[in-house]
């Protein structure tokens, strides 16, 4: 586990950095996303939530929606709701289904007990007041609605982070390099039943436990740079710290067939 200094977290919630650099567009999230084709077990997510929704019907909010990955395959599979995608982020949401919102998670244009499901999926670590923003997705939630929250593990992808730190220390010249700045650390698996019992009394979290084998350093070089936003928090050249990174990756894989990655990410789903 990498854990980020105050400065570190404030980037990771700052609006201006997510919605005009992060997710100015779809690029770094497909990237980090790409990365599970090579997981084992496969989990497919969408396909988690949609089973979590199988008694909902009326409006889904997808708060926090990014490149609508969940959004298409609800309208897909339960064309009977009204899914409403919703980011900061205008850009993220050009490609994404209509209807679509420009919207902050921290002040939901939606009235109280007007939503029928929820879904924060891995963005609750990226707003800057957790507690009072899961206050707000309760407030739109009616009585007996669902809140489906995902994030990572503290333990999740731990190789890659090791993988910075010694790229960033070839850079610099020094054994260990500065620590990888970690997105999900804030709403970390680990603290998410916390935060989210704060307003929610039934909470079931189904763990996903796998393993990323990959026998090319492209995907890890993708993964790697699609941190450029928050490269000045990296205390190292970025970009010479993923070059390094790549030769690095590509003697591993040249001695030992492949790159291992260990992942832990979790579904939270949550009643009031
Ligand atoms: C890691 S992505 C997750 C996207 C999608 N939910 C998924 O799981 O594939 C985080 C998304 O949350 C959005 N976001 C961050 N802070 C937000 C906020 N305060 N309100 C709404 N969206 C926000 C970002 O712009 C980004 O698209």
Redesign the pocket.
């Known amino acids: 586990m990498t854990s980020n200094t105050a400065q570190q977290d404030a980037a990771v919630a700052d ?1 201006s950095i ?2 005009n650099s992060a ?1 100015a567009d779809g690029r770094h ?1 497909a990237a980090r ?1 790409s990365i599970y084709r090579w997981q084992q077990p496969q989990y497919d997510l969408p396909g988690i939530v949609v089973e979590e929704l199988a008694s909902t019907s009326g409006i889904v909010l ?6 609508g ?2 959004v298409s395959r609800l309208h897909n599979e339960r064309p009977d709701l009204q899914v409403v995608g ?4 205008a850009g ?1 949401l050009a490609d994404v289904e209509k209807p679509v919102l420009v ?4 002040a939901l244009p939606f009235a109280d007990d007007s939503a029928d499901a929820v879904l924060a ?3 609750l670590y ?2 800057s007041d957790i507690e009072a923003t899961i206050k707000e997705l309760a407030r739109v939630l009616r009585p007996g609605g669902v809140l489906i929250a ?1 994030t990572n593990s503290d333990a999740d992808k731990q190789e890659l982070d090791q993988l910075w730190v010694m790229a960033a220390g070839d850079i610099l010249g020094i054994p260990e390099g500065p620590a990888r700045i970690s997105l999900s650390s804030r709403f970390s698996l680990e603290k998410a039943h916390g935060y989210l019992e704060t307003a929610f009394s039934e909470i079931r979290v189904r763990q996903l436990p796998g393993t990323i084998n990959v026998t090319d350093s492209a995907p890890i070089v993708a993964h790697l740079a699609s941190y450029e936003a928050w490269a000045e928090q990296c205390g190292v050249p970025f970009e010479q710290t993923v070059l390094r990174a790549r030769e690095i990756t590509e003697s591993t894989i040249a001695e030992e067939g492949s790159f291992e990655i260990k992942c832990l990410g979790g579904v939270l789903t949550c009643r009031p």
């Open positions: 609006k997510l919605a997710y999230l996303q997808d708060v926090g929606c990014g490149n990955k969940f919703m980011d900061i982020s993220i919207a902050d998670a921290q999926l891995h963005m990226h707003v995902s």
